[in-house]
């Protein structure tokens, strides 16, 4: 019987799955890697509603309670509230819910981007002692920059104004639920410098320091349903994986081939 080397049989395999016999080395090199898929750019992601739990820091409170000025929720067309016997109701305010109204979010720099509108709401800020005043109203987040946004009216008009700024959060899986379509955003606002001056010479007393505390902001955002937010908010690097294989290196080493 004739002996068939261990060479041949390998050679009469390989040509048994309908591959050329060719010597192993060969197949050395890996077939080059399919072309990465190019990855859709980052866009503005609507915001289908939410919610914003504003408390407001109890140095601050403290501060305007020892020098005679009174914090309180107003109308929402900045109006004195009434009970139901129709007497003035002006109850001290430390935190308040609002609803977010309109907005988007962006990825800008690696860090949540875009801006907030939030429901309607009037604080007022009153001096007893002088019967001065000021108020506060129209709230907005400029989140690609980091400033509170509001109107302020007092003795000089009315104007838009920064109330204060923040540290922008970073895009993470802390912030954003891709699930969900969802974002949560933790904020510390510090009181601005401009805002500062503004309002202590409204209620005639220094109440507020530039730089101080002003409230911590928890917010929570559901975003467009259909967005996909990996690719919107540029979560994910749209790359292809080689899963080539060196067939001749396998097939070599199951066979004994060197």
């Known amino acids: 019987m004739r002996h068939i080397s261990r060479k041949a049989a ?11 016999a060719v010597p192993a080395t060969a197949w050395a090199a890996d077939p080059p890697p399919p072309p990465a898929k190019e990855a859709k750019p980052a866009k503005d992601v609507p915001v289908d509603g939410g919610f914003a739990k504003i408390t407001l820091d109890a140095g601050l409170l403290a501060g305007l309670k020892a020098k005679g000025v009174v914090l309180t929720q107003l109308t929402t067309d900045c109006k004195v509230p009434k009970d139901p ?27 949540v981007g875009g801006r907030l509108t939030f429901a309607e709401t009037c604080l007022g800020l009153v001096n007893v002692k002088t019967e001065t005043g000021v108020t506060l109203s129209g709230l907005e987040a400029d989140l690609s920059t980091g400033v509170l946004i509001g109107t302020l009216h007092d003795a000089k008009g009315t104007a838009k104004v920064k109330l204060g700024t923040f540290d922008r959060p970073a895009l993470n899986k802390k912030t954003v639920d891709t699930a969900a379509n969802s974002v949560s955003l933790n904020a510390d606002v510090k009181v601005d410098e401009a805002l500062a001056a503004r309002l202590n010479a409204g ?11 002003l409230l911590t902001a928890a917010t929570d955002l559901s ?16 790359t292809e994986v080689s899963t080539g294989l060196d067939l ?11």
């Not at 467009?224 to 690097?237: F, H, I, R, S």
């Not at 001749?248 to 060197?258: C, Q, T």
């Open 85 to 111: 016997k129709g007497k003035p109701y002006v109850p001290p305010v430390t935190a308040l819910s609002l609803g977010v109204t309109a907005g988007d979010i962006a990825a800008v720099d690696a860090k």
């Open 223 to 238: 975003l467009q349903a259909d967005a996909d937010l990996k690719l919107d908010l540029g979560l994910n690097v749209n």
């Open 203 to 213: 209620l005639g007393v220094d109440v507020v320091a530039a730089g101080s505390a």
């Open 10 to 20: 390998a050679t009469t395999a390989l040509l048994a799955l309908g591959l050329t």
């Open 248 to 258: 001749g290196v396998i097939l070599g080493g199951l066979l004994g081939l060197k």
